[in-house]
């Protein structure tokens, strides 16, 4: 349990660092694509924030404790997950963007 302090701190400081990065990007990508290509910005954002968070977590937690090459076994690995899930999670953007602006006109008509 000596590890669990380490692994706290990596978490926040790799979830800190990249969830600012990712809405840094999204909105860039919004800006430069015009608001169009949604599944362009969502995978853009999040390929890139998933890279920053999986680096930075694995290096703080993990660093010193495993060789070198584990250490970038772990890193590419999970980031290979992580990408997998954020490809596969885009349709579900589009159904909840979609259910946000049904709702959103749905409120429009009754005020």
């Known amino acids: 349990l000596g590890a669990v302090p380490r692994i706290v701190f ?36 999040t390929v890139v924030s998933q890279g920053i968070d999986t680096t930075i977590f694995i290096l703080i937690a993990f660093a010193g404790v495993y060789s070198f090459t584990d250490v970038l076994n772990m890193i590419w690995i999970t980031y290979l997950i992580k990408i997998a899930v954020a490809i596969i999670d885009t349709p579900l953007v589009y159904i909840l963007v979609n259910i946000v602006r049904s709702h959103r006109r749905t409120e429009d008509f009754k005020t």
């Open 10 to 45: 990596a978490s926040m400081v790799a979830y800190l660092v990249s969830q600012n990065h990712d809405v840094f990007a999204f909105e860039m990508w919004k800006k430069v694509t015009k608001g169009k290509f949604l599944w362009f910005r969502n995978n853009a954002s």
